[in-house]
């Protein structure tokens, strides 16, 4: 007999229950980090063609005496109230699906246990601080970009004109990409401990080189595919055609964005299938047989159970060719930890 305290006991079923939904918390993890990645692509790119949209607004701000410090300011300032209000949206709407989940959960009978939910202050503070941070880093490449609207712009009726070149952009962008590959590889091949975690820092920056270097792309593509424009929408069409092309980096931006949310949705499906595929894999490792014979309601108490004398009886039926018995309690193991009175559950 030991005698521990109460709060040992407490401590010690705590770390089961963690370590039996492990599982879980890994996959919610990923999917947060997945959505915070996804959410600062898109962001960026919404407020480059903000920035785009609004070059003329910009260069008046500078022809009347702002400087390119201030109008960075000024659109960083932009994305951090826009970060602080969508947080505060998004954990009141995360609130409302914990609640929706407990009752849908509840509805299939598998129940969460008695009580009220739970929302601890540093939920609700590292929510508000991930959502800003995250919208204001993602701000700041086309804040940068607003500080170097020139005041001349606001003179002019159209955009410029001006083409650079996308030989810097293939160099560092193919750089990128062949890193992330590298890591996918060696994630998926290298045997490491942590193959996993360097196989989605791989995945996510394969996909930042291939959306830097997408605007070599966006011309070829934007010939080939819109070659039967013309002829089925007209001057539509022809109007689009000729506009992909000629701006290579803003069709390539707005493909990016829908190319990282189908991304996104191979990513959701591909992780759903995987758990399936483990735990139906895991349970056909367990059980073997075609048939199981169990008490109704079954828990895995050891006083309880079957007879193993069924087991000899079903043994003795010709159209039976192996029945096999399985036990399940504690038991006493000499030796164990120094002492012969060890108690070792199982």
């Known amino acids: 007999t030991e005698a521990i305290l109460g709060e040992i006991e407490i401590e010690e079923g705590k770390n089961e229950v963690a370590e039996g939904v492990g599982f879980f918390n890994t996959i919610f993890l990923a999917f947060g980090f997945i959505g915070l990645f996804v959410g600062a692509f898109l962001i960026q790119n919404t407020f480059r063609i903000v920035v785009a949209q609004r070059t003329r607004e910009l260069a008046m701000m500078r022809a009347v ?111 990128v990409l062949v890193l992330g590959v590298t890591m996918v590889l060696v994630g998926l091949f290298g045997g490491l401990d942590q193959g996993l975690l360097l196989t989605g820092l791989g995945a996510g920056t394969a996909f930042l080189g291939v959306s830097v270097v997408a605007p070599l792309f966006a011309r070829p593509f934007g010939r080939i595919f819109g070659a039967p424009l013309p002829w089925a929408f007209g001057v539509t069409g022809t109007l689009a055609k000729e506009n992909s092309i000629r701006k290579p980096r803003r069709m390539a931006a707005t493909a990016s964005a829908l190319m990282i949310g189908v991304a996104l949705v191979a990513v959701v499906a591909t992780l759903v299938a995987s758990a399936k595929t483990t735990i139906t894999d895991t349970v056909r490792e367990e059980v073997l047989g075609e048939y199981q014979v169990q008490v109704q309601g079954f828990t895995g108490d050891p006083t309880g159970g079957i007879s193993p004398e069924l087991a000899r009886e079903l043994r003795a039926l010709p159209e039976v060719a192996v029945a096999a018995t399985w036990r399940i309690g504690d038991w006493y193991e000499p030796g164990s930890g120094g002492d012969d009175s060890t108690v070792s559950g199982g």
Not at 91 to 115: E, N, W, Y
């Open 65 to 175: 005496g702002a400087t390119g410090r201030q109008v960075t300011v000024l659109v960083i300032l932009e994305a951090v109230l826009v970060g602080l209000a969508a947080s505060v949206i998004g954990i009141g709407i995360g609130v409302l699906l914990a609640v929706g989940m407990r009752i849908l959960f509840d509805a299939i009978g598998f129940g969460f246990p008695s009580g009220s939910l739970t929302i601890v202050p540093r939920t609700v503070i590292l929510g508000l601080l991930v959502g800003t941070l995250v919208t204001t880093f993602a701000a700041i490449l086309p804040a940068f970009k607003a500080a170097r609207v020139p005041p001349v712009a606001a003179l002019r009726e159209t955009g410029s004109t001006y083409f650079k070149s996308l030989r810097r952009r293939a160099i560092s962008g193919g750089a």
